[in-house]
């Protein structure tokens, strides 16, 4: 993959190489497929909680993050506990968190559909009502990757809907609590926090215990076995998609500074080893550019070796042959980020098929809006963009159809429904809708 | 449970007894789980497909169907064929088809979201980009229950959303054709129809072979095995709800004619033994009329016997106090039908907070949206209406969120992500922002 690499050891491919498509195709192969050792301990894990509620998510608890809690309530953290936290943050990183909640609130409003109705010629109502869910559950990672920023993303959109309870379950391993991600609980109107991980807070969520209510949907990203214990849930309780690494697709014209691209290239590397970080242009000129600025750059991060390690793993600087071929590698990729770092990005976007969120012009860089653009930062990844969506106010809501048929519609349409029912050989549908037509 | 049935055998409930809430528990309680002998089977159809394409595809539908194929040729049907089907027609069932196609198709139009943008004060542009799916896959059960409503329910919205490209899948047990199917997929603009079904039929879609083309997201419901290899290939494509059986929660004041109430139970009643249908009152002599209506007219259907083991096996007459109870009723069950057959049905809409389609009035009988109202027929069972929504072109678009700071909104921005990020530890994130700052 690294033949033409320098130290950070990103891949260098060019559509025009006989053995593009392969190397492309290599890159982003990715299945996070649970084994059946991750699948049968899930399974047990999902089925004792559904038999023993609380105790069982306790012993679990206590087990995998290593705790000795002896009832829920060392597992329950209290609102005065939340907004504890939030009132002791540096001034600074309170006013961000705030100013990051109110963003993300204001673009959600837009987000927010209306039930509607219409009436026809003959009196028939039809329509689609809109109404939030109960309850929703919140995922949030605790250890390494406990961000304050994704209990804004997950919450926020659940409040704008109009969601009347949310549920937050947080691990903490070795009982170490994030302030922030509890400040952040406090801003967006999380109602109840569980000190909960992995497949057994998964599992409380979805069948609820004595103590843990239950949920309508559960949101937010976790490791295999939370994937796999969602996985298998789902239809309990409603799921969001299930997230592979992150990943940036950068589209660059070469009027963007290639300190900033290399920038944002890392940004999106610093996650993890897994992240994917991907540059496309047309002038190899600059790709060579922020190649330069990458080797320069990357030993000035904190984060090096993990950026190092995603960049060289999954990285690549392509050079394709016009903009054409960039478009055509972007859909080929349906990227959860993608940044349009060229002259007039808006001229793209009806080309654009399948993007999670696109960052349009030099000076957006994703960053902005990881935290505080507005925009949800819970995106389709690993090419899920070709048929979902970033977390929304409607991921929140349902709709139920409304049909009122006036006695001059159900005749009209009793006649077309007795013809096609008694076609499936459905003679009770069929003799419900002829009652309609005597009069 | 049937303590006071009659010869049909439905129960008969009410909120006043002790033991209420655990009968009504029982009576609803429905998993659809698969068990590991199936979870093994259809993991082995879904890798062989993965792995062999058509070849793997040809075999299963040979053995599960009792085909004889020797070619993908020989399990596809063309265009034409299509054509020939829905021209070969009576005309009475012709036209049904047509009128109940263009009817749901304007219902759906009204459901097309369109993109959005707005722009602050400061330049910065925001907003979400909608767009269809490149491809979908409609997967439409054979022998006893194929249903040409059901392609027009499935096929329609997505030919709404502006679906490119609608691949249909429709087994043939025996190799036992339904013209009417085919007529539907004409009527409904399938571009391509195999004659595959099951786990094999999913593979198919999902990952695509020589001959079928890989698909974005899977829709329709399908035995055992085909709910369960949608949810293992959930994540690579997109999926609709997992179905359970079909039910209906009829709600009666007195005002309609019982006879037309026991014909809607059994309409839902008839589908299979399975399904469920539930008629709620705060009146009991409508429980003993329509009761009465029941073990009338039972005898004069054709599907008696399957509706007798519906109705005793799942079905109930439950009396309750007054309206309040009856709301805490559907809102408990979150009905996939709800037929309000009261007087002033509106008044009850803001109440309702889950349900998957509401048919409002006495003339609205659950058969007429079932087939032409206009409304999807594919809801959420099982009590998923709690978290999601009639089938609709949502389900065949996604959403791009769009972010174009100007360099004043990136410099406002870029202050309070570079804070945020670098309480995340993510200082390739904070410098990727602050890098806009310097102007």
Redesign the interface.
């Known amino acids: 993959m690294n033949a033409t690499a320098g130290t950070a050891g990103i891949a260098r491919l060019a559509t025009q190489t006989a053995d593009f498509d392969q190397r492309l195709n290599a890159l982003l192969d990715w299945e996070?497929v649970s084994d059946h050792a991750v699948q049968a301990r899930v399974d047990d894990i999902l089925s004792s909680v559904k038999a023993r509620g609380d105790a069982a998510v306790i012993e679990a608890t206590n087990r995998f993050d290593r705790l000795s809690a002896t009832s829920m309530q060392e597992l329950t953290l209290t609102p005065a506990r939340l907004e504890q936290a939030f009132n002791g943050l540096p001034d600074?990183?309170r006013e961000?968190?705030a100013?990051?909640a109110e963003r993300i609130r204001r673009?959600h409003e837009?987000?927010k559909?209306a039930s509607?109705q219409?009436t026809e010629a003959d009196g028939?109502?039809?329509g689609?009502?809109v109404?939030p869910?109960?309850r929703a559950g919140i995922y949030v990672p605790g250890g390494k990757a406990a961000?304050?920023?994704s209990v804004l993303m997950n919450a926020i959109p659940a409040h704008v809907a109009g969601v009347s309870e949310i549920v937050m379950v947080v691990p903490t391993p070795d009982g170490v609590l994030n302030e922030?991600v509890l400040a952040a609980a406090h801003l967006a109107g999380v109602d109840h926090v569980f000190t909960l991980g992995g497949a057994q807070a998964v599992a409380a969520l979805a069948y609820g215990t004595e103590t843990v209510p239950r949920v309508?949907?559960i949101v937010g990203p976790g490791n295999i076995y939370v994937a796999t214990a969602k996985?298998a849930v789902?239809?309990q309780?409603?799921i969001d998609?299930?997230a592979g690494p992150s990943e940036i697709l950068v589209v660059a014209d070469g009027g963007t500074?290639p300190?900033?691209l290399a920038?944002?290239l890392?940004?999106q590397?610093?996650?993890d080893e897994d992240a994917q970080a991907i540059l496309v242009s047309w002038d190899e000129a600059v790709l060579d550019a922020v190649e330069a600025s990458i080797e320069r750059l990357l030993p000035t991060?904190?984060?090096r070796d993990i950026?190092r390690a995603s960049l060289s793993a999954r990285g690549a600087l392509i050079h394709c042959e016009n903009e054409q071929e960039a478009v055509a590698i972007i859909n080929r990729i349906a990227p959860e980020h993608?940044e349009l770092s060229v002259a007039d990005?808006?001229r793209w976007?009806p080309d654009?098929?399948?993007?999670?969120?696109?960052?349009?012009?030099r000076?957006?860089?994703?960053?902005?809006?990881?935290?505080?653009?507005?925009?949800?930062h819970v995106?389709?990844t690993?090419g899920?963009?070709?048929?979902?969506?970033?977390l929304?106010v409607?991921d929140f809501q349902?709709?139920?159809?409304?049909?009122?048929?006036?006695?001059e519609?159900?005749a009209a349409?009793?006649?077309?429904?007795s013809?096609?029912?008694r076609?499936?050989?459905?003679?009770?549908?069929?003799?419900?809708?002829e009652?309609?037509l005597k009069r």
């Open positions: 996070g600074e990183q961000a968190l100013a990051a673009y837009h987000q559909p509607w219409y028939t109502v039809l689609q009502q109404a869910l109960d961000y304050p920023s922030l309508d949907k996985r789902f239809g309780v409603g998609m299930i500074d300190d900033w920038m944002d890392f940004s590397a610093e996650h991060l904190e984060r950026i993608l990005p808006q976007l654009v098929r399948h993007a999670g969120a696109i960052f349009m012009g000076y957006t860089a994703e960053a902005l809006g990881d935290y505080c653009a507005g925009p949800n995106l389709p690993s899920t963009a070709r048929f979902s969506s970033p929304g409607y349902k709709r139920s159809s409304l049909i009122q048929c006036s006695p519609g159900a349409l009793g006649e077309v429904a013809i096609l029912a076609g499936e050989s459905l003679t009770a549908h069929a003799r419900s809708a009652y309609r």
